[in-house]
């Protein structure tokens, strides 16, 4: 299929050299996105119907055969060998039991190592004297070493994952999922589901992935390329709204303050704050003749246009259009005959055009959030029964600043100043958006967010339970609220395909203290994993555990405190053992990543090692971040999970 397309001979077919770029262009992706993965089999299982999909079953039609893949592959003659896991044929293969066979007699999973098939198992899912039972190749690919990045799961997707996968593109879906639920896997072939399902739409108007930080878009980055789509953005939060340079930061409370969701109102009522009603009228001349717009009626005009609460750029664009066409009302009724050319031309008018700018003056978004921070009496009037005087004085810079270049950003100061620019022009909206860990979103992070899809759709991905940040969400319809989508239907997963029984086991005994209510985390592994909690005296004994593991197979994973990432920066030298940072690829020579507490979200090991539990939790500005930001570092080994510690457990611990 690559032949064909590298063959392709496009100098016959293309009318001038732009057609001829854009058509290469086209073919040049074709062509990667069907690039070969040596360690990737083409396909991953078989279906035979019972009788051919779409055909009357009567008896004696004949069944139809399928084999179901990453990729749509055809043979020289354009007949499919391969069926794409997204088509419906293919659904299947996920969603067919014992209880529900879907007109499937066989549903056979192959089994690969490195690309070369070593195994099959069949399931007779229409014979009744056949009892049900888990799937041993199932688990042997849940529980495969994992080296280098992310990968794609289709060869694993369970039911209730496939149904959120292929849920439509119109309406918004929630998932909360607890570690090792495959949320994230389900986000991201949910968008190669979507692409395969509303390519064109979504072609015209985009597709982006959020991610908490880079580490973890790196993680993840090659799993939509395996499956052929290549032209998914992605980016975290902080890229979405980088109008400033961020080199500043907030201690907690203000940065709480800043991303509570009434500072949208208070953005508001500063950015029109800015327009002044006229006192007096305004005098156009054209040739001979002098037409006045009087002071009231432009009131009337400049009242109705704050009234309509439209963006104040697009208010201001219209206002001398609107002026303009009050002196053509006054042209006709002299018995002139204008047309758009005069009315275009009034606007442009010098006098029109001082009075727009005495009404209605330009705004500067990130001048207008710096008056906020910096002027204590322009942000009293417009948080007037918004924010009380001491949330006022948290938010309020001590020192004056010269420019809004000189100014020391914050990350939260950053989305003060997206959400006023959205208030000046709207933000382009996108056609589907996958916001990855997002329980740690602040609401006005969420509104960023938000509207970047507001004519379009999205997919919200987190954990309660492993919200990290002073202002993490306590509840998802608080959160859908102000993302803008209060209709997305929330679902939840609970079995737990990465984390080993007894490692789930210990770390769930932190969520009455964390996120009291939610649904524990059932491992469905049938191997319970190793699991240690081994007191310690030195930091050689902590490097010693990294090299027992390291004598598996597969990744490790040393978490600590960030506090404690210089000492075993040392230790790890001076015991001459070589590491990755979070987000590195691993390798066959290089399979330990030393990770700070903060950057683990999101990532997945072979093996962890993790250092001294108290000391994640007093990293965070409060306990009850401080056992999160714990519950995550606990939860993110696939194999096995060593905890040591020269401190005292926390109690919540046991």
């Not at 005098?283 to 400049?302: F, N």
């Not at 055009?353 to 942000?379: E, M, Y």
Request: glycine share 8%; aromatic share 6%; charged share 25%.
């Amino acid at each position: 299929m690559r032949e064909d397309v590298e063959n392709l001979d496009i100098r016959d077919v293309t009318a001038n050299w732009v057609n001829a770029a854009v058509l290469q262009h086209q073919i040049d992706e074709r062509i990667k996105a069907l690039a070969d993965l040596s360690h990737t089999p083409l396909f991953f299982g078989r279906l035979d119907y019972l009788h051919a999909p779409g055909a009357d079953k009567a008896e004696g039609a004949e069944g139809e055969r399928f084999y179901i893949g990453r990729r749509h592959v055809h043979d020289a003659d354009g007949d499919p060998m391969v069926i794409d896991w997204r088509a419906p044929v293919s659904q299947p293969f996920y969603r067919a039991s014992k209880k529900d066979p879907m007109d499937v007699g066989l549903r056979r999973r192959f089994g690969y190592t490195g690309g070369d098939l070593t195994a099959y198992e069949d399931e007779h899912l229409s014979d009744p004297s056949e009892a049900a039972a888990t799937s041993k190749l199932l688990q042997q690919e849940i529980e495969r070493p994992r080296v280098g990045p992310m990968r794609d799961i289709v060869a694993t997707i369970q039911p209730e994952q496939d149904e959120i996968v292929r849920s439509g593109l119109t309406g918004s879906v929630c998932v909360q999922g607890g570690p090792g639920t495959g949320k994230t896997a389900v986000g991201l072939h949910r968008v190669a589901y979507l692409l395969y399902a509303h390519r064109e739409r979504l072609a015209r108007t985009g597709t982006l992935v959020i991610g908490p930080n880079k580490s973890f878009l790196h993680y993840i980055e090659q799993v939509l390329p395996a499956l052929g789509e290549l032209e998914v953005k992605q980016a975290t939060v902080d890229d979405l709204v980088a109008h400033v340079e961020v080199r500043g930061t907030d201690d907690a409370t203000a940065a709480v303050v800043k991303g509570d969701a009434r500072m949208a109102e208070v953005l508001r009522r500063a950015v029109r704050s800015h327009v002044t009603l006229p006192t007096e009228g305004v005098v156009v001349v054209r040739g001979s003749r002098r037409w006045r717009v009087p002071a009231y009626e432009l009131e009337a005009i400049v009242v109705e246009l704050l009234d309509r609460d439209i963006r104040y750029g697009a208010a201001r664009e219209a206002l001398p259009q609107r002026i303009a066409h009050a002196v053509l009302v006054q042209m006709e009724r002299s018995g002139e005959a204008p047309d758009d050319r005069v009315q275009d031309a009034v606007a442009r008018n010098t006098s029109v055009k001082a009075a727009v700018k005495a009404i209605w003056p330009p705004v500067d978004p990130a001048k207008l959030v710096l008056r906020l921070l910096t002027d204590a009496d322009f942000l009293a009037v417009h948080a007037e029964g918004l924010l009380d005087e001491d949330e006022q004085k948290e938010i309020l810079w001590p020192k004056p600043v010269r420019s809004v270049k000189s100014a020391k950003w914050s990350p939260a100061d950053a989305v003060l100043i997206d959400e006023a620019t959205d208030l000046v022009q709207r933000t382009h909206s996108l056609g589907h958006v996958v916001l990855d860990e997002a329980q740690d979103l602040s609401p006005m992070q969420y509104r960023a967010v938000g509207r970047r899809c507001t004519t379009g759709s999205a997919t919200v991905l987190g954990d309660l339970a492993q919200g990290t940040t002073p202002w993490a969400t306590r509840s998802w319809d608080e959160a859908l609220a102000h993302l803008g989508k209060g209709e997305a239907v929330i679902e939840e997963l609970t079995a737990g395909f990465r984390v080993p029984t007894d490692v789930i086991t210990y770390a769930s005994r932190l969520l009455p203290h964390i996120a009291p209510g939610l649904t524990p985390v059932a491992s469905v592994r049938e191997n319970p994993g190793f699991f240690e909690v081994r007191p310690t005296t030195a930091d050689e004994q902590v490097i010693g555990a990294c090299e027992e593991l390291l004598r598996n197979e597969g990744s490790i994973g040393l978490i600590a405190a960030d506090a404690r990432i210089p000492a075993l920066t040392e230790a790890l030298t001076g015991a001459g053992l070589t590491y990755l940072g979070p987000g590195e690829e691993t390798t066959a020579q290089t399979r330990l990543t030393l990770v700070p507490a903060s950057l683990a979200k999101g990532l997945e090991y072979d093996y962890v090692v993790l250092d001294e539990p108290q000391a994640v939790v007093d990293g965070e500005p409060d306990e009850r971040t401080g056992l999160r930001r714990l519950y995550v570092a606990l939860t993110r080994a696939v194999s096995g999970l060593t905890v040591t510690h020269a401190a005292p457990l926390p109690q919540q611990l046991g």
